[in-house]
């Protein structure tokens, strides 16, 4: 915000950059994608800073500042590197003056993207990670699906439980304040669409394009609904807000940012159920989480898993400790080395898990929604040690 209320100079603050906030608390951010959604505000740095150069002679620490933007975005997320050039490509070839050294500035940017992104593919063909697919199946998600993911944000991050009327409602007269200020100034100077609305094209394209997953990474297309959120916002900066409108805009947006605090605060309380259970577990255990039941009744169960990765506080709270669920992708820097892999059911197959298939290497079992046949299965072997919310944390009968 304070580099977009730079260059509007003497006209004021820009009103409609306040849009960032609250859409920084989007599905990536329930999703846990926390790596990612700090990805999303050095995009948007990153592209005012390449509008910067296309407008400038071809200098050396332009185009220095420009290979160091490009390297954080890399290192926080590849993915959003990839947005960046392409939508760096648009904003370059859709500009209306193109200066001189235009083509060097375009060939300065797209060659420090291709050699990060050669170096992120022979890291990680060289990898040798335990099995890693090679490949794997592409898959798409539904159309309605895919509006369905897009539309959370607007819905309390619900959908089958219905219409949630305060986020709507709110969200409803932030998109009346926009829309009719966008309006309005176009009857009183004949001005067209904000010149970033341009972007939201090939960014709204991606979204119902790209596949969902690729063998080990997965939830490609849906990660682009928040580049389009935060390219919303970038929209709405170039409108100018004027009068008591720019403060009820602020209200609004206010409000909603509240109403996902408060989830958020509910959705904490939930995470907390596993403190008292991984308290109890000496540290350096080797624990194997089964989790039958992983959602938040504050989220909507088809897309988030809100509780799928609660064992991990045991890791950072408690210390050391082994359980055997390790995100496979090969990009990664960190895997299991080949042959130390250990049994396990799978996250998502937790009725699968076999005493005699899967126990061997564990002493604690942490349990999650547990139906009662797994409660008699694993009683027979096993002393149940505390019960928190739906967590149950069973040991091994010495």
């Not at 798409?140 to 305060?166: D, I, R």
Request: glycine share 8%.
């Amino acid at each position: 915000m304070y580099r977009l209320g730079k260059r509007f100079g003497g006209r004021g603050a820009p009103w409609g950059a306040l849009l960032f906030f609250p859409m920084a608390f989007n599905q990536q951010y329930f999703l846990g994608n926390t790596n990612y959604l700090l990805s999303l505000p050095l995009l948007i740095l990153a592209l005012m800073d390449f509008e910067d150069l296309l407008a400038g002679p071809l200098r050396l620490w332009p185009a220095l500042r420009q290979l160091l933007w490009q390297a954080a975005l890399f290192i926080a997320h590849p993915f959003t590197l990839m947005a960046y050039v392409c939508l760096a490509l648009v904003s370059a070839f859709s500009a209306r003056d193109k200066k001189e050294g235009f083509k060097g500035k375009v060939l300065v940017m797209a060659a420090g993207a291709f050699l990060l992104l050669a170096a992120s593919w022979i890291e990680s063909v060289s990898a040798s990670a335990a099995n890693v697919p090679a490949g794997g199946e592409i898959q798409w998600f539904p159309v309605q699906a895919t509006l369905e993911f897009f539309a959370l944000m607007f819905n309390g991050m619900q959908w089958s439980h219905g219409a949630q009327p305060v986020p709507l409602v709110l969200w409803a007269g932030v998109l009346a304040i926009v829309l009719g200020t966008v309006m309005a100034r176009r009857k009183e100077e004949g001005a067209l669409l904000p010149r970033r609305i341009i972007l939201l094209v090939p960014a709204i394209a991606a979204y119902f394009v790209l596949p969902s997953c690729a063998g080990t990474f997965t939830f490609i297309n849906l990660r682009v609904a928040a580049i389009v959120y935060f390219l919303l916002a970038l929209a709405a900066a170039d409108v100018e807000f004027r009068g008591g409108w720019r403060y009820a805009l602020a209200v609004l947006l206010a409000l909603t940012l509240a109403d996902s605090i408060v989830r958020q605060q509910r959705i904490s309380a939930e995470v907390s159920e596993i403190i008292p259970i991984v308290q109890r577990i000496p540290p350096n255990s080797r624990i194997l989480p089964l989790v039958f039941d992983a959602s938040s009744a504050e989220l909507e169960p088809a897309f988030f898993d809100a509780h799928l990765h609660d064992h991990d506080y045991y890791h950072l709270l408690v210390g050391g400790g082994f359980n055997p669920y390790f995100f496979p992708a090969p990009v990664l820097p960190v895997h299991y080395r080949k042959g130390t892999e250990r049994p396990a059911p799978g996250e998502y197959n937790p009725e699968g898990f076999s005493w005699k298939e899967h126990s061997a290497d564990y002493q604690y079992f942490l349990a999650r929604g547990a139906p009662e046949s797994f409660k008699s299965y694993i009683a027979r072997r096993c002393d149940p040690v505390c019960a928190s919310g739906s967590w149950m944390l069973y040991e091994r009968r010495r």
